[in-house]
């Protein structure tokens, strides 16, 4: 065995325990990489175990720990190397994104193994990634309906009990994601325990310093045996409420590591030159080249004088159809946010040009258009908007007006009010959204239907514009949902992931929303499902205690006056 050349220095301690391990431990690699949670820094050690190992992980796995007992700031994983190349051919991008050249640190000498196949389609990979973890979340939407249920019939031990599954189905999920395996056991306390060297958010759910923390993961755990093979489980509503927030927290942060795991999978893609008219800078974002077709489509529907990109996104979407013998295909589709600076006012032309270039199915883009003139953006730089301010000096200008050299003046920003503005506004927010949605609670069970779902609409509206005027400084001029959910999803997955709009079933239940303020307006004989109804209120309800939880941290940070919290 050797130690691989690289030109990076290792500390000693980390040079030290690599030594240790390979003299223990039938080696076939060892990858090194950061993990990197606001202030928790380790430096994970990834151990693949040679094919001829004749010793089991579980007989090693002691023997390894020994080694990391004074490591404070080191982290090891211990996996058969054969496991991981299995994973990674069926879709884990986890280990696909850090067994990389870069953070191989040691390989076993005149080894001929091969992690990742040359032949290895990486399109059908992050389909399969996908497909994988979309059944795993019908399951647990399916156990979180249960629990529901048996909420509103009072049965609160047998909800317990659905909140556990659906609980452990996330972990699960996002461990076979990350490792290419679950743990085995119905323990919610070890699957944290599990996830430690993984992801520092879901191993923290429940803290080990916080006694009422502990009391409500003993009854969880509790619940899985009790119910099912005793009669003695007890849990009070509150109790049973505080686990309902806690399943929210695993779903949200299962989702957000499943996000940055697909967002570090970067599949190649082809995109247009951009015109000469754009300005080509040291991108902010990777491969953020916008379509020439796409910014063509702009222009010819206004006099544009600038185009700023502030966000983008990529899907992948597949297909087939066996009955005119098509193949399986795989299709990339990018989303772009953009500021499009006009001569003249172009709000609601905005809205039908967004619209026409997200519904042509021809393209491989869709878009979300924030159209301001160029008067209200220099009013706004002037008017120490955060917002804009923040667009000039991180944002990416992908196409100006033949003659527009230079940028727009960007004067100094002054944040000393920033922490006020936003607190201000979203306690506005907040309140007027909390009284909406429980307003609806009110209408809805007096069996107002359409009534309950226009002050539904209402109440996430409210929300929204809080959130987005706390993490962006913007406020919109058009207040869709689908809008606000758009941009939104600039910097959190919260509302998407709450409201989905990905199945046939699932944009039933959004445009049922979205539509419902115009129905509660000005159509008379509307049918509405009370099962729909109340279905769009609970998850009213995690969206308020979520954004709640997400604005919390985010105002923590500006009153820090940290600089990355006026960073878009």
């Known amino acids: 065995m050797e130690k691989l050349e690289t030109n990076r220095t290792e ?93 191989l640190r040691y390989g076993k ?45 009072e049965n609160y031990a047998q909800s317990a009990f659905m909140l556990h599954q659906a609980i452990e189905l996330n972990y699960r999920a996002i461990e076979h994601f990350i490792t290419g395996k679950s743990k085995i056991t119905h323990s919610i306390k070890a699957h944290q325990k599990y996830l430690e060297p993984y992801c520092t958010e879901l191993s923290n759910i429940f803290l080990a310093d916080f006694e009422r923390d502990m009391e409500l993961l003993r009854l969880l755990d509790d619940a899985y045996l009790a119910v099912r093979y005793e009669n003695s489980y007890q849990i009070n509503k509150q109790d049973l409420s505080a686990l309902r927030v806690k399943a929210s927290e695993v779903k949200l942060a299962a989702l957000k590591t499943y996000q940055q795991i697909l967002n570090n999978f970067q599949p190649s893609s082809t995109v247009a030159k951009l015109p000469e008219t754009v300005k080509q800078q040291n991108q902010k974002f990777d491969d953020l080249d916008v379509p020439f077709s796409l910014i063509e489509q702009i222009c010819g529907s206004f006099d544009v004088e600038r185009i700023y990109c502030f966000g983008k996104r990529t899907y992948l979407a597949s297909r087939s159809n066996p009955f005119y013998n098509i193949p399986a295909e795989h299709i990339e589709k990018d989303h772009y946010d953009l500021v499009v600076i006009t001569s003249e006012k172009a709000t609601e032309k905005a809205s039908d040009v967004q619209c026409r270039i997200n519904d042509n199915s021809g393209n491989l883009y869709t878009a979300l258009l924030l159209a301001h003139t160029k008067q209200s953006f220099q009013i706004s730089l002037k008017s120490n908007n955060r917002f804009f301010h923040n667009l000039l000096l991180y944002g990416v200008p992908v196409y100006h007006k033949k003659g527009l ?111 419902s303020a115009n129905h509660g307006r000005f159509m008379i004989n509307v049918s509405v499902d009370p099962t729909d109804t109340g279905l769009i209120y609970r998850r009213s309800k995690i969206l308020i205690e979520e954004s709640e939880r997400l604005v919390t941290e985010k105002l923590n940070k500006i009153k820090g006056n940290q600089p990355s919290s006026y960073v878009l």
């Open 405 to 515: 050299t230079t940028e727009p003046a960007l004067p100094e920003y002054d944040p000393s009010n920033t922490s006020f503005h936003c607190q201000m506004h979203w306690h506005q927010r907040y309140y007027r959204g909390k009284a909406f949605i429980e307003a609806a609670g009110s209408v809805w069970d007096e069996g107002e239907e359409t009534v309950a779902l226009s002050l539904l609409n209402q109440g996430i509206e409210q929300i929204c514009l809080g959130l987005i005027y706390v993490f962006l400084g913007y406020r919109p001029n058009q207040h869709s949902l689908s809008q606000l959910f758009d941009l939104c999803f600039n910097f959190t997955p919260l509302a998407d992931s709450i409201f989905p709009r990905n199945t046939p079933e699932d944009l039933r239940i959004f445009n049922m929303l979205s539509k």
């Open 109 to 153: 000498a005149g080894s001929d193994y091969e992690l990742i196949s040359t032949s290895l389609n990486r399109h059908e990979m992050l389909g399969n990634a996908r497909k994988q973890y979309d059944l795993e979340e019908e399951k647990i939407k399916a156990f979180v309906s249960g629990a529901d249920f048996y909420l509103e019939k």
């Open 11 to 103: 500390t000693g301690s980390l040079k030290g325990i690599i030594g240790q391990i390979i003299a223990l431990v039938d080696v076939e690699r060892i990858y090194v990489h950061k993990n990197e949670k606001e202030e928790i820094c380790h430096t994970v050690l990834t151990i693949l175990i040679a094919n001829t190992c004749t010793k089991s992980p579980a007989e090693l796995l002691p023997l390894v720990n020994i080694l990391f007992n004074e490591q404070h700031e080191l982290r090891f994983t211990l996996h058969p190397a054969h496991q991981i190349k299995d994973a990674i051919s069926k879709g884990n991008l986890y280990f696909y994104n850090i067994c990389t050249e870069a953070n």
